[in-house]
């Protein structure tokens, strides 16, 4: 059985320059908008990765777009928890 494999952006707070304040920022991808909710995060938890969200309206364009951030892992480099048998 073949799988295929999904790759998801992810960005972190380091990477965005540990912004303090929301707000839309210019980034080598695009524009990010970055929310007050986002930030609580990563005041919570410095090192959680975010997915990176293209904007729906956005979708189509392949030059920079508006991005927002999804879901996140607060210990993206954490060993899973999860074992196979």
Do not use: C
């Amino acid at each position: 059985m073949a799988v295929d494999r999904i790759t998801v952006d992810k960005i972190t707070w380091d990477r965005v320059g540990r912004v303090t304040e929301p707000g839309r920022y210019m980034y080598t991808f695009g524009w990010l908008t970055i929310t007050a909710g986002d930030l609580d995060i990563w005041k919570q938890y410095p090192q959680a990765a975010f997915t990176l969200l293209a904007n729906a309206s956005e979708l189509d364009q392949t030059i920079a777009g508006e991005f927002h951030l999804g879901a996140f892992d607060v210990a993206p480099d954490a060993p899973s928890p999860l074992t196979t048998h």
